[in-house]
T-cell receptor, first 114, second 115 residues
Framework: AQTVTQSQPEMSVQEAETVTLSCTYD???????LFWYKQPPSRQMILVIR??????QNATENRFSVNFQKAAKSFSLKISDSQLGDAAMYFC???????????FGKGTHLIIQP | KAGVTQTPRYLIKTRGQQVTLSCSPI?????VSWYQQTPGQGLQFLFE???????NKGNFPGRFSGRQFSNSRSEMNVSTLELGDSALYLC??????????????FGPGTRLTVT
């Protein structure tokens, strides 16, 4: 079974600074997808960024980018120019190549200090 | 396009009762997945439906069941409720146009409290 580990239960960053959230996973599959989701307080889960395992190029979405290290099974999220609206729980998720549900990490609570 | 909608948003039930939650996916999406979110266990996959068929099921007891209708709307049912079933139940929809877990778009969830 696949597992996803987020080793940082909570992170704090000053507004406008850069923060990196860590995620590692374990799988025996070669074809899979990785996602970062954001869940603001009392609001719904939002997809932040997606990475296909077969792509070597790291995904980027505006201020959000990932560092995907397939051999190390690492998938970190970098948030540049942090904004107050970035405060949320961030979940790393793994999706297998078949029709499986997503496996989520426990989440990282990101605090933005004004 | 309207997002994923879930009803009801909040629900309070008593142990032993049963409950039905509803999810309407984004228009055009044919796959619906259900997840249970609790502080202790985090987000756990319940099941996925595509074209009215259950494609995959997580590690939950048979008290948890679901179905999908021809318009892709889905319901999940929990029978003989237990205190431990108190959770946020999230529904997610995706295109599922081919193989692979395409991006899943989540609804706001149904907060179930069992007393």
């Amino acid at each position: 079974a696949q597992t996803v580990t987020q080793s940082q239960p909570e992170m704090s960053v000053q507004e406008a600074e850069t923060v990196t959230l860590s995620c590692t996973y374990d799988t025996s599959e070669s074809d899979y997808y990785l996602f970062w989701y954001k869940q603001p307080p009392s609001r719904q889960m939002i997809l932040v960024i997606r990475q296909e395992a077969y792509k070597q190029q790291n995904a980027t979405e505006n201020r959000f980018s990932v560092n995907f290290q397939k051999a190390a099974k690492s998938f970190s999220l970098k948030i540049s120019d942090s904004q107050l609206g970035d405060a949320a729980m961030y979940f790393c998720a793994y999706g297998g190549g078949g029709a499986d549900g997503l496996t989520f990490g426990k989440g990282t609570h990101l605090i933005i200090q004004p | 396009k309207a997002g994923v909608t879930q009803t009801p948003r909040y629900l309070i039930k008593t142990r032993g009762q049963q409950v039905t939650l509803s999810c309407s996916p984004i228009s055009g999406h044919r796959s619906v997945s259900w997840y249970q979110q609790t502080p202790g266990q985090g987000l756990q996959f319940l099941f996925e439906y595509f074209s009215e068929t259950q494609r995959n099921k997580g590690n939950f007891p048979g008290r948890f069941s679901g179905r999908q209708f021809s318009n892709s709307r889905s319901e999940m049912n929990v029978s003989t409720l237990e205190l431990g079933d108190s959770a946020l139940y999230l529904c997610a929809s995706s295109l599922a146009a081919g193989e692979g877990p395409y991006e899943q778009y989540f609804g706001p969830g149904t907060r179930l409290t069992v007393t």
